[in-house]
């Protein structure tokens, strides 16, 4: 130490003329074993955390998604007007992609609930694509998760496996089927590599877990207001199981899509058949009707008086029909909106367009409202707020529907009457003709 000072001194005596180098790598010089030390511990330190610290990678996709709501000006400004303010449909799709109804499926699709592990020395690694068997459900018992078999250990005996879990044993030869607590599984080799003797952990997942541990870690996003475009990354510590996660979250999402468009288009197609087979039976009626009274009465023409008459009333009987038929419309669609097993359900829009333009915007927002609800109820309950505030905007709308529909009825009964009264006026005239020819005409009025 004396001498350590000594030199100090005299470097220091020496650097009053000037920067002296060779004394100042002298003295660095002189703590070399701490500076050594330092480099050893720093690498040491930073294989021990890149060796036993589990990596994680963020896995990427992208998604087109059809935005209905992007709707034309004049009709954005009616639906303010009557109070109902308009979402973008992409923000409602990125909701329906990270619910956990989707990504249940998802689970059940790939069965991610079983995870394999092989034991270190620090650490247990997560093997997924390297898998030397493969374990499969079939089916699976999701209430039995959970009661203490949830974690096995599988050992490869040579001729092949057995499987322990609570001090209980199952063995079998590699492609049996075994039955477990939480399942039937089949058990086959795939890497004739894996060792004899050799051990993995088996754990298995409740669906919900799982599920919930993967949106956690899924992020939606929408890159552009203007595109309808939503932006996908997970972030997962195996990657192979990342994008198969993504893969079957996109499939499952557009399944869902085209399902929810044919039970729309199942509902509308529904009610115009049902339209159809009572309008076709009434013609066929009417048509044999004719058909008969001609046969019966021998009836080739008719009258120059008849023919006078029947153009007199042609038009009274197109409009009584025409106001019938609405009046058969009216009535149909009253009866399914007053249908209480009809409240969650879509009301078919085929025969809207001869309605008020009033009318079918109130009709085209309930279905929607109807559509979004069936969306947010994938991740929400009935008793959530957002679901009791759709609830009580489509009662309003359904209100509002009634009324229309009573008005109409209303309308369309007053002006068939006045039609009806003024084509008996003409009728009247009809007793001079003779009384096949009034019967005929009776006929064809109808």
């Known amino acids: 130490m004396m001498k350590e000072n000594t030199n100090f001194n005299e470097w220091q005596d020496t650097n009053k003329g000037g920067f002296n180098l060779q004394k100042w790598v002298g003295i660095l010089l002189s703590f070399w074993p701490w500076f050594l030390s330092c480099v050893i511990l720093a690498l040491i330190i930073g294989f021990l955390y890149l060796r036993y610290t589990t990596p994680l990678y963020n896995v990427y996709a992208r998604i087109l998604v059809q935005d209905d709501k992007k709707a034309s000006l004049g009709e954005g400004a009616l639906l303010q007007d009557l109070g109902f303010s308009q979402k973008s449909n992409v923000e409602n799709e990125v909701e329906i992609i990270k619910s956990p109804a989707l990504m249940q499926q998802v689970v059940r699709n790939r069965q991610l609930y079983v995870r394999v592990f092989t034991t270190g020395n620090f650490k247990n690694l997560e093997l997924y694509r390297g898998r030397p068997f493969h374990f499969t459900f079939c089916p699976f018992f999701e209430d039995s998760v959970g009661h203490g078999w949830d974690r096995y250990t599988i050992r490869n005996t040579g001729k092949g496996f057995e499987l322990v879990a609570n001090q209980k044993t199952w063995k079998g030869s590699w492609g049996d089927t075994i039955y477990l607590p939480v399942g039937r599984v089949r058990i086959a080799l795939a890497d004739n590599l894996w060792k004899v003797g050799e051990e993995y952990t088996i754990s298995i997942e409740s669906v919900e877990r799982t599920a919930s541990r993967f949106v956690q ?15 996908l990354s997970l972030v997962e510590i195996v990657p192979e199981r990342g994008e198969l996660v993504l893969d079957e979250l996109m499939q499952v999402y557009m399944k869902a899509n085209v399902d929810d468009k044919n039970r729309i288009a199942d509902s509308t197609m529904s009610f115009i058949d049902d339209r159809l087979r009572i309008v076709s039976a009434e013609l066929s009626g009417i048509e044999k009707d004719i058909e008969q009274f001609k046969s019966a009465n021998d009836l080739t023409d008719i009258s120059s008086q008849a023919q006078m008459l029947l153009s007199s009333t042609s038009d009274y009987s197109k409009q009584i029909a025409e106001n019938e038929v609405q009046l058969s419309i009216i009535n149909s669609l009253e009866k399914y909106l007053f249908d209480p097993g009809n409240s969650k359900r879509i009301v078919p829009q085929a025969l809207s367009g001869q309605s008020s333009p009033a009318f079918a915007a109130i009709l085209e927002n309930y279905n929607k409202l109807q559509q979004e609800r069936e969306r947010s109820l994938m991740s929400m309950s ?8 759709l609830d009580k905007q489509l009662e309003n709308l359904r209100q509002d529907l ?8 209303r309308n369309h009964t007053i002006a068939l009457n006045e039609l009806r009264q003024r084509a008996g006026n003409l009728t009247a005239q009809i007793k001079t003709v003779p009384k096949k020819e009034r019967i005929y005409i009776d006929f064809a009025r109808q």
Do not use: F
Request: hydrophobic share 30%; proline share 6%; aromatic share 0%.
């Open 382 to 389: 009935e008793n959530n707020p957002v679901i009791q505030n």
């Open 402 to 409: 009634k009324s229309h529909l009573s008005s109409a009825k």
């Open 217 to 231: 870690q899924l992020n939606a996003s929408i890159p552009n207001s203007r595109l309808s475009i939503i932006n």
